[in-house]
C-alpha cells in the first residue's frame, strides 16, 4: 500500500471528535475538489505492507483507527488492513468520498461519506445509493463552501432521510465560511445535523501536518 503519513493524535472531525485516534494517510486521490486540504497526499507516499501498517499502528497505541486520504478505497489491500487492525482489537473508521463501492469493506468498520457539494467541483461523482447503505455509527459529512452549498447539502439530507438513519455533519469550509453564518442557517431551518468543526485546526493550525 501506498502511505502518506501515520500518525497520532486526537480524531479531528465527525462525531468522534476529541478522541485519541491513529490516522492512516493513504496516498493518492481520484478526484479534485476545490477546496481539498490534504493535496500533499495527492503523491508521493511509502509502500508499507499491511503487517508494516499494523505494527505501526500498534506501536502508536490509540484503539480507534482513522483510514483517511487521500482517498483510501484506492488502495487494493484496504480491506484486508481494515480487517486486520479489527481482528487486533481496533476500531476502525474509513473516510471516504463517496465516489468508490465499500462492499469489500468489513461491515464492522465505521463509514464516514464525504457527500461533494457543487463547490468541490466533484458532486457529479457521488455514488447516492451509498446513502441509503449508511447506519446510526456512520455519518454523511457535508463540507460547505457558502449558502448555495449549504441549502445543496440541506436539500441532499431531506430528500434521502439522512437524519433518521445516520449521523449527518456539516462543516464550514476553514477560512472560507464563518462557522457563525452556518450555524444561523441551521438554526434557521432547523437542519437535522451537527456542526463539524475542523478541531486540529483550531489546536494547532490550519497549516500543520502531522497532527
Same mark, same amino acid.
Given at each position: 500500500m501506498k502511505i502518506t503519513e501515520?500518525?497520532?493524535?486526537?480524531? $479531528?472531525e465527525?462525531?468522534?471528535? $476529541?478522541?485519541?485516534?491513529?490516522?492512516?494517510?493513504?496516498?493518492?486521490?481520484?478526484?479534485?475538489? &476545490?477546496y481539498?486540504?490534504?493535496?500533499?497526499?495527492?503523491?508521493?507516499?511509502?509502500?508499507?505492507?499491511?503487517?508494516e501498517i499494523a505494527a505501526e499502528v500498534a506501536r502508536l497505541g490509540p484503539t480507534l483507527?482513522? =483510514?483517511?486520504?487521500?482517498e483510501p478505497m484506492l488502495q487494493r489491500e484496504l480491506p484486508a488492513l481494515a480487517e486486520?487492525?479489527?481482528?487486533? &482489537?481496533?476500531?476502525?473508521?474509513?473516510?471516504?468520498?463517496?465516489?468508490?463501492?465499500?462492499?469489500?469493506?468489513?461491515?464492522?468498520?465505521?463509514?464516514?461519506?464525504?457527500?461533494?457539494?457543487p463547490a468541490s467541483g466533484e458532486s457529479h461523482r457521488m455514488q447516492w445509493d451509498l446513502l441509503g447503505d449508511l447506519r446510526p455509527g456512520d455519518a454523511a459529512k457535508f463540507v460547505v463552501a457558502d449558502e448555495a452549498d449549504y441549502r445543496w447539502a440541506a436539500d441532499?439530507?431531506?430528500?434521502?432521510g439522512l437524519g433518521g438513519i445516520t449521523e449527518v455533519l456539516f462543516s464550514p469550509v476553514h477560512g472560507r465560511l464563518d462557522p457563525r453564518e452556518l450555524v444561523s442557517w441551521m438554526l434557521r431551518d432547523g437542519v437535522p445535523a451537527r456542526l463539524n468543526?475542523? =478541531?486540529?485546526?483550531?489546536?494547532? &493550525?490550519?497549516?500543520?501536518r502531522g497532527v
Open positions: 501515520i500518525y497520532s493524535s486526537v480524531q $479531528g465527525t462525531q468522534y471528535a $476529541g478522541l485519541p485516534c491513529t490516522l492512516v494517510r493513504t496516498t493518492g486521490c481520484d478526484l479534485r475538489c &476545490g481539498c486540504d490534504t493535496a500533499y497526499a495527492f503523491q508521493g507516499g511509502r509502500d508499507m505492507t499491511v503487517a483507527v482513522l =483510514l483517511t486520504g487521500g486486520r487492525l479489527l481482528a487486533e &482489537g481496533r476500531r476502525v473508521m474509513i473516510e471516504t468520498s463517496g465516489a468508490h463501492r465499500l462492499d469489500r469493506l468489513p461491515p464492522q468498520v465505521i463509514r464516514i461519506v464525504d457527500v461533494k457539494t441532499v439530507v431531506r430528500r434521502y468543526l475542523q =478541531l486540529h485546526k483550531y489546536v494547532w &493550525g490550519a497549516e500543520t
